[in-house]
C-alpha cells in the first residue's frame, strides 16, 4: 500500500485529496500537514507527497523529498525561471511528477490540442480562455499555458515570443503567427478552459470543464500510484496515460 503525504491538508485541494484517498484502495494517507508542519520530521510516514499548495512551499517540500529519497507530485503552478531549474535539478535524484493540471480529460485535450495544431493551426487565429474561481492568484493559468505551449510547439512557435496576454493598445490588425490569452476570475468556478481555431467560414474548439475538484484528486493518486518504482526523472501526466 502507497503511503501518501498531503501537504496543504486544511485548504480545499488538500481536503478534497484526502477524500480521494479515503475512496481508493491502492492508496492510504499517511500524513496531512499544513503550513508550520515539519515534513522532515515525518519522512518515515509516507512514500509520496502530493502538493497542491504555493510554489515557495513546494520547494521546500521538494528538498525535503530530495534530502529523504521521497517521490513527489506536484500539482502546484505559477513558478517562475528558477523553481522550475529547481523542480528540474531535483527529478535528477527522484521521481517528479509536475503537471500544471492533473485530470485525465486535461491532458487528452493537450494531445488533441496537438493534433488540430498540426492539421489547422497554420490557418488559424488561436484564442485560449480560462475561467477559475475568484481565490484563484496567478493568471493565465498553469493550464491554459500548457495549453498554448502544446499548440505552439506544434506549429513550431516559442510561446514566449508569440502570447499576447492582452491587446488594450495594439492598435494594428490581429497577427496570425500570435495565440492570444484571456482570462476570467470569479464565484465558485472550479476550472473551464477553451481553446478556439478561428478559420475562414468555421471554428474549431476544444473545451474542457471541471465540475469537481476530485477529478485533479484522481489524477495526483493515480500519478503516486504509477511512481512506485520508478528511478528518478520528470515525468508528465502524459507519461502516466501513455498518450
Given at each position: 500500500m502507497i503511503k501518501i503525504a498531503v501537504v496543504g491538508a486544511s485548504g480545499r485541494m488538500g481536503q478534497t485529496i484526502i477524500e480521494a484517498i479515503n475512496q481508493n484502495?491502492?492508496?492510504?494517507?499517511?500524513?496531512?500537514?499544513?503550513?508550520?508542519?515539519?515534513?522532515s520530521a515525518m519522512v518515515d510516514q509516507f512514500d509520496v507527497v502530493i502538493d497542491f499548495t504555493r510554489p515557495e512551499a513546494t520547494l521546500e517540500y521538494l528538498a525535503v523529498c530530495v534530502a529523504a529519497g521521497?517521490?513527489?507530485?506536484?500539482g502546484?503552478?505559477?513558478?517562475?525561471?528558477?523553481?522550475?531549474?529547481?523542480?528540474?535539478?531535483?527529478?535528477?535524484?527522484?521521481?517528479?511528477?509536475?503537471?500544471?493540471?492533473?485530470?485525465?480529460?486535461?491532458?487528452?485535450?493537450?494531445?488533441?490540442?496537438?493534433?488540430?495544431?498540426?492539421?489547422?493551426?497554420?490557418?488559424?487565429?488561436?484564442?485560449?480562455?480560462?475561467?477559475?474561481?475568484?481565490?484563484?492568484?496567478?493568471?493565465?493559468?498553469?493550464?491554459?499555458?500548457?495549453?498554448?505551449?502544446?499548440?505552439?510547439?506544434?506549429?513550431?512557435?516559442?510561446?514566449?515570443?508569440?502570447?499576447?496576454y492582452g491587446r488594450e493598445g495594439i492598435e494594428q490588425p490581429r497577427d496570425r503567427e500570435t495565440i492570444g490569452f484571456?482570462?476570467?476570475?470569479?464565484?465558485?468556478?472550479?476550472?473551464?478552459?477553451t481553446v478556439s481555431f478561428f478559420m475562414e467560414g468555421e471554428r474549431v474548439e476544444i473545451t474542457h470543464k471541471a465540475s469537481s475538484r476530485l477529478t485533479f484528486a484522481n489524477g495526483a493518486i493515480r500519478a503516486s500510484a504509477w511512481l512506485k518504482g520508478k528511478s528518478a526523472g520528470l515525468y508528465s501526466m502524459q507519461d502516466i496515460l501513455d498518450i
Open positions: 484502495d491502492k492508496v492510504v494517507l499517511g500524513v496531512a500537514l499544513d503550513k508550520g508542519d515539519d515534513l521521497k517521490s513527489i507530485v506536484i502546484t503552478t505559477g513558478f517562475d525561471e528558477s523553481g522550475l531549474a529547481a523542480i528540474n535539478k531535483a527529478a535528477q535524484q527522484i521521481p517528479v511528477v509536475f503537471a500544471p493540471n492533473m485530470s485525465v480529460g486535461v491532458n487528452l485535450s493537450l494531445k488533441l490540442l496537438e493534433m488540430a495544431a498540426k492539421v489547422i493551426g497554420e490557418e488559424s487565429d488561436i484564442e485560449i480562455v480560462e475561467a477559475h474561481h475568484r481565490h484563484k492568484v496567478d493568471a493565465p493559468s498553469g493550464t491554459a499555458l500548457k495549453m498554448g505551449e502544446v499548440v505552439a510547439n506544434a506549429l513550431g512557435r516559442d510561446l514566449s515570443k508569440c502570447a499576447v484571456s482570462t476570467i476570475r470569479g464565484g465558485d468556478v472550479v476550472g473551464e478552459h
